[in-house]
Protein backbone atom coordinates (compact mmCIF):
# COMPACT_ATOMS: atom_id res chain seq x y z
CA UNK A 1 0.00 0.00 0.00
CA UNK A 2 1.54 3.56 -1.00
CA UNK A 3 2.17 6.18 1.55
CA UNK A 4 0.32 9.41 1.52
CA UNK A 5 3.54 10.92 0.06
CA UNK A 6 4.18 8.33 -2.90
CA UNK A 7 0.42 9.20 -4.02
CA UNK A 8 1.14 12.41 -4.09
CA UNK A 9 3.47 11.85 -5.88
CA UNK A 10 2.17 10.25 -8.14
CA UNK A 11 -0.91 12.21 -9.18
CA UNK A 12 1.17 15.04 -9.71
CA UNK A 13 3.36 12.93 -12.50
CA UNK A 14 0.08 12.50 -13.84
CA UNK A 15 -1.13 15.72 -13.78
CA UNK A 16 2.11 16.79 -14.85
CA UNK A 17 1.52 13.99 -17.95
CA UNK A 18 -1.77 15.26 -18.64
CA UNK A 19 -0.82 18.73 -18.87
CA UNK A 20 2.42 18.03 -20.89
CA UNK A 21 -0.07 15.82 -23.60
CA UNK A 22 -2.77 18.79 -23.53
CA UNK A 23 0.30 21.42 -24.21
CA UNK A 24 2.03 19.16 -26.59
CA UNK A 25 -1.66 18.99 -28.82
CA UNK A 26 -2.07 22.95 -28.81
CA UNK A 27 1.55 24.26 -28.81
CA UNK A 28 3.37 21.80 -31.09
CA UNK A 29 2.15 23.31 -34.12
CA UNK A 30 2.67 26.88 -33.62
CA UNK A 31 6.16 25.46 -32.54
CA UNK A 32 6.61 22.93 -35.59
CA UNK A 33 5.10 25.19 -37.64
CA UNK A 34 2.20 23.17 -38.60
CA UNK A 35 -0.27 25.75 -38.00
CA UNK A 36 1.78 28.00 -40.16
CA UNK A 37 1.44 25.02 -43.08
CA UNK A 38 -1.95 24.43 -42.69
CA UNK A 39 -2.88 28.34 -42.88
CA UNK A 40 -0.83 28.40 -45.25
CA UNK A 41 -2.68 25.66 -47.11
CA UNK A 42 -6.26 27.31 -46.97
CA UNK A 43 -4.95 30.34 -47.56
CA UNK A 44 -3.44 28.44 -51.21
CA UNK A 45 -6.68 26.78 -51.26
CA UNK A 46 -8.97 29.60 -51.07
CA UNK A 47 -6.80 31.49 -53.42
CA UNK A 48 -7.15 28.80 -56.23
CA UNK A 49 -11.07 28.67 -55.56
CA UNK A 50 -10.97 32.75 -55.96
CA UNK A 51 -9.28 32.38 -58.78
CA UNK A 52 -11.44 29.61 -60.61
CA UNK A 53 -14.39 31.66 -59.46
CA UNK A 54 -12.95 34.96 -60.97
CA UNK A 55 -12.29 32.88 -64.10
CA UNK A 56 -15.35 31.40 -64.42
CA UNK A 57 -17.29 35.12 -63.41
CA UNK A 58 -14.75 36.21 -66.36
CA UNK A 59 -15.84 33.37 -69.03
CA UNK A 60 -19.50 34.25 -67.93
CA UNK A 61 -18.89 38.54 -68.98
CA UNK A 62 -16.76 37.24 -71.97
CA UNK A 63 -19.51 35.70 -73.42
CA UNK A 64 -22.00 37.98 -72.41
CA UNK A 65 -20.50 40.63 -73.88
CA UNK A 66 -19.75 38.41 -77.04
CA UNK A 67 -23.67 38.12 -77.19
CA UNK A 68 -23.93 41.65 -76.68
CA UNK A 69 -21.14 42.09 -79.53
CA UNK A 70 -23.64 39.74 -81.59
CA UNK A 71 -27.07 41.66 -80.86
CA UNK A 72 -25.24 45.11 -81.53
CA UNK A 73 -24.18 43.55 -85.44
CA UNK A 74 -27.57 42.16 -85.68
CA UNK A 75 -28.87 44.97 -85.15
CA UNK A 76 -26.43 47.34 -87.34
CA UNK A 77 -26.80 45.38 -90.19
CA UNK A 78 -31.07 45.36 -89.92
CA UNK A 79 -30.68 48.93 -89.36
CA UNK A 80 -28.50 49.68 -92.89
CA UNK A 81 -30.79 46.92 -94.43
CA UNK A 82 -34.44 48.55 -92.97
CA UNK A 83 -36.11 50.01 -95.63
CA UNK A 84 -39.38 50.58 -97.39
CA UNK A 85 -40.58 47.92 -99.27
CA UNK A 86 -40.68 48.35 -102.84
CA UNK A 87 -43.51 46.43 -104.79
CA UNK A 88 -41.37 43.79 -105.63
CA UNK A 89 -41.04 42.45 -102.09
CA UNK A 90 -44.91 43.12 -101.55
CA UNK A 91 -45.71 40.54 -104.64
CA UNK A 92 -43.09 38.14 -102.86
CA UNK A 93 -44.22 38.73 -99.25
CA UNK A 94 -48.03 37.94 -100.84
CA UNK A 95 -46.45 35.07 -102.58
CA UNK A 96 -48.31 35.92 -106.02
CA UNK A 97 -46.71 34.56 -108.66
CA UNK A 98 -47.15 37.73 -111.17
CA UNK A 99 -44.23 40.21 -111.82
CA UNK A 100 -44.48 43.96 -111.76
CA UNK A 101 -44.86 44.82 -115.00
CA UNK A 102 -47.98 42.52 -114.90
CA UNK A 103 -49.18 44.02 -111.44
CA UNK A 104 -48.94 47.18 -113.07
CA UNK A 105 -51.14 46.11 -116.48
CA UNK A 106 -54.01 44.65 -113.66
CA UNK A 107 -53.90 47.85 -112.05
CA UNK A 108 -54.91 50.18 -114.90
CA UNK A 109 -57.32 47.32 -115.77
CA UNK A 110 -58.91 47.46 -112.81
CA UNK A 111 -59.18 51.37 -112.96
CA UNK A 112 -60.78 51.35 -115.83
CA UNK A 113 -63.25 49.18 -114.35
CA UNK A 114 -63.95 51.09 -111.45
CA UNK A 115 -63.85 54.07 -113.50
CA UNK A 116 -66.60 52.39 -115.63
CA UNK A 117 -68.54 51.65 -113.30
CA UNK A 118 -68.75 54.69 -111.66
CA UNK A 119 -69.40 56.34 -114.91
CA UNK A 120 -72.77 54.90 -114.80
CA UNK A 121 -73.73 55.77 -111.62
CA UNK A 122 -73.09 59.27 -111.93
CA UNK A 123 -71.19 60.97 -114.94
CA UNK A 124 -69.52 63.86 -112.77
CA UNK A 125 -65.62 63.80 -114.39
CA UNK A 126 -64.66 64.65 -110.61
CA UNK A 127 -66.51 61.44 -109.52
CA UNK A 128 -65.34 59.22 -112.57
CA UNK A 129 -61.37 60.71 -112.06
CA UNK A 130 -61.41 59.84 -108.06
CA UNK A 131 -63.09 56.25 -108.66
CA UNK A 132 -60.14 55.41 -111.37
CA UNK A 133 -57.17 57.04 -109.23
CA UNK A 134 -58.78 54.92 -106.65
CA UNK A 135 -59.29 51.70 -108.69
CA UNK A 136 -55.87 51.77 -110.04
CA UNK A 137 -54.08 52.70 -107.06
CA UNK A 138 -55.90 51.97 -103.92
CA UNK A 139 -57.55 48.61 -104.51
CA UNK A 140 -54.82 46.60 -105.73
CA UNK A 141 -52.58 47.42 -103.15
CA UNK A 142 -55.35 47.02 -100.94
CA UNK A 143 -55.55 43.03 -102.59
CA UNK A 144 -51.77 42.73 -101.99
CA UNK A 145 -51.74 44.40 -98.68
CA UNK A 146 -54.76 41.64 -97.51
CA UNK A 147 -52.81 38.41 -99.21
CA UNK A 148 -49.41 39.57 -97.67
CA UNK A 149 -51.38 40.30 -94.15
CA UNK A 150 -53.26 36.55 -94.32
CA UNK A 151 -49.85 34.60 -95.47
CA UNK A 152 -48.21 36.28 -92.91
CA UNK A 153 -51.44 35.12 -90.11
CA UNK A 154 -51.06 31.45 -91.43
CA UNK A 155 -47.10 31.52 -90.95
CA UNK A 156 -47.85 32.47 -87.09
CA UNK A 157 -50.38 30.18 -86.44
CA UNK A 158 -47.64 27.47 -87.99
CA UNK A 159 -44.25 28.94 -86.61
CA UNK A 160 -44.14 27.69 -82.81
CA UNK A 161 -45.08 24.01 -83.83
CA UNK A 162 -42.14 24.19 -86.42
CA UNK A 163 -39.69 25.74 -83.23
CA UNK A 164 -41.02 22.60 -80.98
CA UNK A 165 -39.71 20.33 -83.97
CA UNK A 166 -36.66 21.89 -84.02
CA UNK A 167 -36.28 21.44 -79.74
CA UNK A 168 -37.25 17.90 -79.69
CA UNK A 169 -34.97 16.92 -82.43
CA UNK A 170 -31.98 18.36 -80.79
CA UNK A 171 -32.89 16.92 -77.59
CA UNK A 172 -33.41 13.69 -79.25
CA UNK A 173 -29.95 13.62 -80.85
CA UNK A 174 -30.56 15.04 -84.51
CA UNK A 175 -28.46 17.38 -86.37
CA UNK A 176 -30.22 20.72 -86.89
CA UNK A 177 -29.80 20.60 -90.58
CA UNK A 178 -32.16 17.36 -90.33
CA UNK A 179 -35.18 19.08 -88.00
CA UNK A 180 -34.94 22.00 -90.74
CA UNK A 181 -35.59 19.47 -93.24
CA UNK A 182 -38.18 18.35 -91.41
CA UNK A 183 -39.75 21.14 -91.39
CA UNK A 184 -39.10 21.71 -94.92
CA UNK A 185 -41.16 18.03 -95.49
CA UNK A 186 -43.67 17.75 -93.09
CA UNK A 187 -45.09 20.99 -91.58
CA UNK A 188 -48.10 23.08 -93.23
CA UNK A 189 -47.68 25.97 -95.91
CA UNK A 190 -46.27 28.52 -95.94
CA UNK A 191 -43.89 27.79 -93.16
CA UNK A 192 -42.85 24.71 -95.31
CA UNK A 193 -41.97 26.25 -98.47
CA UNK A 194 -40.02 29.28 -96.42
CA UNK A 195 -37.96 26.36 -94.53
CA UNK A 196 -37.52 24.59 -97.78
CA UNK A 197 -35.79 27.40 -99.52
CA UNK A 198 -33.70 27.70 -96.39
CA UNK A 199 -32.23 23.70 -96.96
CA UNK A 200 -31.99 25.05 -100.81
CA UNK A 201 -29.98 27.79 -99.96
CA UNK A 202 -27.33 25.16 -98.20
CA UNK A 203 -26.89 23.97 -101.24
CA UNK A 204 -25.59 26.85 -102.42
CA UNK A 205 -23.02 27.57 -99.93
CA UNK A 206 -25.35 29.81 -97.58
CA UNK A 207 -25.55 28.88 -93.33
CA UNK A 208 -28.64 28.15 -92.15
CA UNK A 209 -28.23 31.94 -90.69
CA UNK A 210 -27.86 33.45 -94.13
CA UNK A 211 -31.09 31.25 -95.24
CA UNK A 212 -33.25 32.45 -92.24
CA UNK A 213 -32.43 36.13 -93.03
CA UNK A 214 -33.78 35.54 -96.78
CA UNK A 215 -36.54 34.19 -94.66
CA UNK A 216 -36.96 37.16 -92.03
CA UNK A 217 -36.81 39.43 -95.76
CA UNK A 218 -39.79 37.37 -97.55
CA UNK A 219 -42.04 37.26 -93.71
CA UNK A 220 -40.46 39.90 -91.85
CA UNK A 221 -42.19 39.13 -88.82
CA UNK A 222 -41.01 39.80 -85.26
CA UNK A 223 -41.33 36.06 -84.42
CA UNK A 224 -39.18 35.41 -87.50
CA UNK A 225 -36.34 37.71 -86.26
CA UNK A 226 -36.30 36.40 -82.94
CA UNK A 227 -35.62 32.86 -84.65
CA UNK A 228 -32.65 34.39 -86.76
CA UNK A 229 -31.48 36.19 -83.99
CA UNK A 230 -30.81 33.07 -81.72
CA UNK A 231 -29.53 31.06 -84.26
CA UNK A 232 -27.08 34.26 -85.04
CA UNK A 233 -26.12 33.81 -81.85
CA UNK A 234 -25.59 30.86 -81.34
CA UNK A 235 -23.19 29.66 -84.35
CA UNK A 236 -21.03 32.82 -83.26
CA UNK A 237 -20.72 31.96 -79.43
CA UNK A 238 -22.36 28.87 -78.95
CA UNK A 239 -24.75 27.67 -76.29
CA UNK A 240 -27.58 25.12 -75.56
CA UNK A 241 -30.07 25.48 -78.69
CA UNK A 242 -32.70 23.35 -77.18
CA UNK A 243 -33.26 25.05 -74.25
CA UNK A 244 -33.07 28.69 -76.31
CA UNK A 245 -35.04 27.67 -78.98
CA UNK A 246 -37.49 26.17 -75.93
CA UNK A 247 -37.52 29.88 -74.13
CA UNK A 248 -38.16 31.27 -77.90
CA UNK A 249 -41.36 28.55 -78.41
CA UNK A 250 -42.58 29.96 -74.98
CA UNK A 251 -42.59 33.35 -75.57
CA UNK A 252 -43.98 33.15 -78.82
CA UNK A 253 -46.87 31.44 -77.59
CA UNK A 254 -47.56 33.40 -74.67
CA UNK A 255 -47.19 36.66 -77.41
CA UNK A 256 -50.05 34.45 -79.14
CA UNK A 257 -52.07 34.63 -75.66
CA UNK A 258 -51.44 38.34 -75.61
CA UNK A 259 -52.85 38.56 -78.93
CA UNK A 260 -55.93 37.06 -78.27
CA UNK A 261 -56.76 38.57 -74.75
CA UNK A 262 -56.37 42.01 -77.08
CA UNK A 263 -58.60 40.85 -79.60
CA UNK A 264 -61.20 39.63 -77.11
CA UNK A 265 -60.69 42.67 -75.27
CA UNK A 266 -61.55 45.05 -77.77
CA UNK A 267 -64.34 43.18 -79.91
CA UNK A 268 -66.77 45.30 -77.71
CA UNK A 269 -65.03 48.59 -79.49
CA UNK A 270 -64.86 47.39 -82.46
CA UNK A 271 -68.53 46.12 -82.78
CA UNK A 272 -69.18 49.90 -81.97
CA UNK A 273 -67.54 51.23 -84.69
CA UNK A 274 -69.32 49.15 -87.34
CA UNK A 275 -72.21 49.77 -85.54
CA UNK A 276 -71.51 53.88 -85.85
CA UNK A 277 -70.27 53.22 -89.44
CA UNK A 278 -73.96 51.23 -90.80
CA UNK A 279 -75.92 54.14 -89.55
CA UNK A 280 -76.03 56.36 -92.54
CA UNK A 281 -76.56 53.88 -94.64
CA UNK A 282 -79.34 52.41 -93.01
CA UNK A 283 -80.72 55.36 -92.06
CA UNK A 284 -80.88 56.38 -96.14
CA UNK A 285 -81.83 53.11 -97.05
CA UNK A 286 -84.91 53.59 -94.94
CA UNK A 287 -85.86 56.94 -95.63
CA UNK A 288 -85.41 55.66 -99.39
CA UNK A 289 -87.93 53.13 -98.40
CA UNK A 290 -90.23 55.23 -97.34
CA UNK A 291 -89.69 58.38 -99.28
CA UNK A 292 -87.89 58.44 -102.09
CA UNK A 293 -89.09 61.44 -103.65
CA UNK A 294 -87.42 62.76 -100.90
CA UNK A 295 -83.97 61.11 -100.82
CA UNK A 296 -83.97 61.09 -104.10
CA UNK A 297 -82.34 64.46 -104.23
CA UNK A 298 -79.03 63.54 -103.13
CA UNK A 299 -77.99 61.47 -106.37
CA UNK A 300 -80.42 63.53 -109.07
CA UNK A 301 -79.08 67.36 -108.16
CA UNK A 302 -75.48 68.14 -108.52
CA UNK A 303 -75.64 69.64 -105.24
CA UNK A 304 -76.79 66.31 -103.37
CA UNK A 305 -74.18 64.88 -105.32
CA UNK A 306 -71.20 67.15 -103.84
CA UNK A 307 -72.89 66.72 -100.42
CA UNK A 308 -72.90 62.95 -100.89
CA UNK A 309 -69.08 62.73 -101.69
CA UNK A 310 -68.12 65.51 -98.66
CA UNK A 311 -70.16 62.87 -96.90
CA UNK A 312 -67.91 59.97 -97.77
CA UNK A 313 -64.78 61.61 -97.83
CA UNK A 314 -65.65 62.46 -93.85
CA UNK A 315 -67.01 59.42 -93.11
CA UNK A 316 -64.02 57.39 -94.40
CA UNK A 317 -62.17 59.83 -91.83
CA UNK A 318 -63.77 59.11 -89.33
CA UNK A 319 -63.62 55.28 -89.89
CA UNK A 320 -60.14 55.22 -90.33
CA UNK A 321 -59.84 57.43 -87.38
CA UNK A 322 -61.51 54.64 -85.07
CA UNK A 323 -59.98 51.77 -86.46
CA UNK A 324 -56.65 53.76 -85.99
CA UNK A 325 -57.74 53.98 -82.39
CA UNK A 326 -59.30 50.24 -81.88
CA UNK A 327 -56.10 48.71 -83.42
CA UNK A 328 -53.54 47.46 -81.15
CA UNK A 329 -49.88 47.02 -82.46
CA UNK A 330 -48.79 43.80 -80.63
Given at each position: ?31 S ?15 S ?17 Q ?14 K ?23 I ?34 P ?130 S ?31 T ?7 S???M ?15
Amino acid sequence: MLSPAMLQIAIFGMVAIAAGGVAYVFLYPMLSGQRKTEQRMKAVSQRSVSRANLAKASDNQNRRRQVQDSLKNLENEQKTKKKKYILRDLIAQADVSISVKMFYILSAVSGLVVALLSFFVSQMPIVIIGAFMAGTFGLPRWVLGFLRSRRQKKFLEEFPNAIDIIVRGVKAGLPFNDTIRMIASESAEPVRSEFRDVVESQAIGLTIAEGLQRVYGRMPLPEMNFLTIVISIQSQSGGNLADALGNLSRVLRERKKIQGKIRAMSQEAKSSAAIIASLPFVVMMLVYITTPHYISLLWEEQTGQLMMLGSAIWMSLGVLVMKKMINFDF
